[in-house]
């Protein structure tokens, strides 16, 4: 097996830099290293802030109708390439491909989203605001901005960000995860592709230094974020004490709740679906069901019986459901939660501790598991698992339901099942949760509403995408205009400026 080498991609260009460090990568479905990923030094880093910063002079001055002649070759640029950009996907992340491909067309619906620009940055303008006085306001980019993303997503996050980032006017620096890093390459040859200047766009590898040098560094203006509550902590606290405007998206422990007039059929299809997609790996997954009164007796059967069918394989069976987990270590920290909840008392109704895919035992597996009757002191409930792990949690009323949600310190996702309208209506608006699915389960918002959870999943004001991510990347301007007529001016007044004459 041939190991890759995965360089920077720094001012148009593929480089390995001039740092030394390296970091393997895996595949693993087979748990072999088929990568060896470049990881910048501080000169590598100083090289990609010089170039972003360089490239914002003219990229912030150019037309709206050549940034969005960009985009929208861009676009169909990666809609033709989606085959390519989910075997990456899977070959380092895991998932299955169709699940890749979904990830992929969520993301391109925010490019689709940026290519509108011309009609988002329109400004606002107020004819005779005071006698001979109009008002004019618009917005423009903030310079250079830092992505840092997450394993879970490896195109569709980079693309919640650095479209309309870029659309706006502004150069992006992506520092994806190391674990799967070659699909934003491909992204970045795509950007050029489309005509992107060089410099706009940059791939930039690394860990903590690289992370913490982009947080500091005095030519970076804005840092978007995306990963677990710690870091995403760590992230906003950093990086506005540096004077940079930040948005850092955090973990998650989603709650479905299923009241006894759900069409239970359908819950259950649904609540499979949510836990055990892309091996729970995903920050809307659901990872707690809140069955309500007499439902959960026949809910656990139903899921149950659900969980035990899924095809759990290489993702590139086209077969398969769901694909092994991120690492080793992940499989090692989900074993000793789903055990010592067992141990504590919780009912473990299926446990995917012990499975494996027969001929490739090296890989990362872990199967369906569902644990019923679990405490809320137990880890199963407190931490964000990241796996395919379903914990139920037995409460007797909606309201109950809607208290522990609210008790919960997340608030990223969330959904109900049920057939009834006040009882839907009673929670979407009960609920300190940014985003909330009435029988939908994996309630991710389209590219044109935007994305982003409360409390301990959302560090910062703005969601991501939308048009909160297009006032993220902007700054605003008011402009106050007055074109006297020749000799006929007001004079001087020494008072506050008024407009009521
Ligand atoms: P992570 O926090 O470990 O890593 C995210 C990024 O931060 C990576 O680029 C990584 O290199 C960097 N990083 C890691 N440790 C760092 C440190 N000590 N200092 C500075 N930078 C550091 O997250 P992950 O394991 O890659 O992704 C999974 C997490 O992301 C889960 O918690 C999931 O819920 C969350 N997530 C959230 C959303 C959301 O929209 N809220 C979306 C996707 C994933």
Redesign the pocket.
Known sequence: MTIKTIPHFLNGEETNGVGERTQPVFNPATGEQTGELRLADAADLETAVANAKKAAETWGDISLAKRTAVLFKFRELVAAHIDELAQLVTSEHGKVLSDAKGEIGRGLEVVEFACGIPQLLKGAYSDQASTGIDVFSYRQPVGVVAG??????PVM?PLWMAPVAIATGNTFIL?????DPSASMLLAKLWKAAGLPDGVFQVLH???ET??GLLTHPDVDAIS????????K??QATATANGKRVQA????KNHAIILPDADLDNAADHLAAAAFGSAG???MAISVAVAVGSVADALVGKVAERAEAVKVAEGTDPDAEMGPI?TAASKERMKGIVTAAADGGADLVVDGRGFTVPGKENGYWFGPTVIDNVGTDMAAYTE?I?GPVLSVVRVETVEEAIELINSNPYG?GTAIFTSSGSNARKFHRGVHVGMIGINVPIPVPVAYHS???WKS??FGDKH?YGEEGVSFYTRGKVITQRWPEPKQHSGASYNFPSTTH
Not at 148 to 153: D, G, V
Not at 175 to 179: A, L
Not at 249 to 252: M, R
């Open positions: 840092i993303t997450p394993f879970n997503f996050v520092k994806p995860s190391e674990r690394g860990g903590k992370v913490d974020f995306v990963g677990s509550t710690p870091i995403a760590y992230v998206l955090g973990g998650a790996e995903r920050c991120i964000e990241f990223n994305f982003g959870g999943s959302l991501i």
